[in-house]
């Protein structure tokens, strides 16, 4: 079993570059278009970490860490934005992530270090063999 990081972005060519990203340093990874489409889907729960956008259509990053929270969710959230302001990044350690940093200056790297370290002290995560690989709609 491997780590599974749950990919959250209505941009399509951030999830497409998380995904390669993420997968190439050995995680499994499910991509989502937004925080509704993840909430709806049973493989929310079972994760090793949950990577948000926080400017999202339809309901924010915000709003979908705090319903993650609120529904009792444990996994490590990591808030990856590329337009959030201090006080973004702030508010959304506030409702519940666990990270949060902004895309612009970012290296891949340390983005990795940064994803090793927040899943180091979880257990791996069994892949169903029923589960798609790709959640996102395109």
Excluded: C, Y
Aim: proline share 6%.
């Amino acid at each position: 079993p491997r780590h599974r990081i749950l990919v959250v972005d209505d941009s399509r060519a951030a999830r497409q570059l998380l995904t390669a990203t993420l997968t190439s340093e050995g995680f499994d990874v499910l991509p989502f278009a937004g925080g509704l489409e993840l909430l709806g889907h049973p493989g929310a729960w079972q994760a090793s970490l949950i990577i948000t956008d926080l400017d999202m259509p339809g309901q924010d990053g915000i709003a979908l860490i705090r319903s993650l929270r609120e529904r009792g969710a444990d996994v490590p959230i990591a808030v990856l934005t590329g337009v959030g302001s201090e006080e973004d990044l702030n508010r959304a350690l506030e409702a519940g992530a666990d990270l949060a940093f902004e895309k612009a200056g970012l290296g891949e790297r340390a983005f990795v270090a940064a994803v090793r370290d927040l899943v180091k002290n979880r257990p791996p995560v069994p892949k169903q063999d029923t589960e798609e690989t790709n959640h996102a709609a395109d």
